[in-house]
């Protein structure tokens, strides 16, 4: 008969310790993702940032509503005047700012809308897509961003001119109806933002290049869309040298308009602010409209990158 010994049991006091995975170091710091308090300082930082922002337009304001006499003394006034719908009439009425600013919308609106349109397919191609000579030909449209526009000046004058569109709002329209900046932004954007995931998916759906760019680019680009759109309409809007040489007098935008209000041999003062004020209202009105759009689609492209 076999005797079987019992088993022992762990002596009193003594832990058996099990075997336990090294613990994984997070990335993150403590207190990652919580919203920051900003202290007196970064207060007292924004209001001087903020300050110093609207005080060229506050000053226009000024400026706007008193006399020339008044604007140019040796103490000038630090608060708006009662000639501000006086100057304001008389600018309007001086440069004829209500066709101007009809030029404007029209041009500064056609070339953003084109310049979304094109940079967007443009960037998506240089970032997604496999072709030879892709690396060459992004390089090549970043150089371009190191020519100065005024070497471009003489030839695409001439060209504008055998086109028969001299004095045109289609001279000022065309040649910018797509920039190298965009494309470099929205490229670099749609590298980081666009995974190849999705469209492998929407190719296997049976989706073709066109089907891809509408329902999977776009959405995924609407951030950088907006920023680009807001850039390109705020340049569009200020732009000045080249409408000045191409358009004329009788069919002017906004910019060119305002710069018939100082071309005179004593210009009034006061008349060219309120000019000035005219010309920058439109911008308010779209930041204000579209500015919860811009800073959600800012902060929409951040979280996804």
Known sequence: MTMTSPTKAPAIGVTRTAHR???????????????????PFAYVALAVV???S?????????????????????????????RLMHNLDAAWSQAHLGK????????????????????TLAGYAFAKMRFRGRNGLMTAVVATLTIPPQLSVVPLFMLMSDIGWGGNLESVIFPTLVSAFGVFFMRQYLSEALPYELIEAAKIDGA???RIVMSVVLPVARPAMMVLGMLTFVQAWNDFFWPYLALNQQNPTLQV??????????????IVMAGALISTLPLLVVFVIFGKQIVGGIMS???KG
């Open 21 to 39: 995975a090294p613990r994984r170091t997070s990335r993150f710091k403590p207190g990652a993702g919580k919203q920051l308090q900003g202290g």
């Open 208 to 210: 073709n290049n066109f």
């Open 301 to 303: 492209g951040a979280v």
């Open 100 to 119: 101007a600013i009809v030029n404007s919308v029209i041009v500064s609106s056609c070339i953003t809308a084109a310049t979304l349109f094109f940079c």
């Open 257 to 270: 308009a305002l710069g018939q209000l100082s071309a005179s041999y004593t210009p009034d003062q006061s």
């Open 50 to 52: 903020g300050i110093g």
């Open 54 to 82: 609207l005080l060229p337009l506050y000053w226009t304001l000024v400026a706007a509503s008193h006399t020339q006499d008044e604007v140019l003394a040796s103490t000038p006034p630090f608060l708006p005047g009662g």
